[in-house]
């Protein structure tokens, strides 16, 4: 199958939500991360780099690229279930779905 290479992300139709959404991807984020290193102290569990660069605050919120790089670096950190799911979260241009799905 042929790749395709520099596709952008649908703007999501309700921005607000989406921007919820991501804060609650990135808190639930940081919960698991504190909640793993209370059971698994020996492990050096923390948030990528990429995730962090791209984490949505008050000055970036409203940039697409941002919330794209940071959707996908979340992807990046979530052991997914199964490579059919992974691959799927990886194709979709719709922020709101990869974000929903990583949030789960």
Known sequence: A????????????DVSASEKLEIAVY??????IRLLKTLEP?????IS??????R????NIHNLERRTSFSFS????VQMSSPK?????????DII????????
Not at 49 to 54: E, L, N, S
């Open 49 to 54: 780099q990429a995730a962090r660069r791209t």
């Open 42 to 46: 020996q492990k050096e569990l923390v």
């Open 27 to 32: 808190d639930a984020l940081k919960y698991y």
């Open 74 to 77: 979340i992807a990046n950190m």
């Open 85 to 93: 799911e992974s691959q799927l979260l990886l194709q979709t241009t």
């Open 2 to 13: 042929d790749v395709e290479i520099n596709l952008k992300d649908n703007a999501p139709e």
């Open 56 to 59: 949505p605050t008050k000055e």
């Open 97 to 104: 779905k990869r974000l929903e799905a990583e949030k789960s």
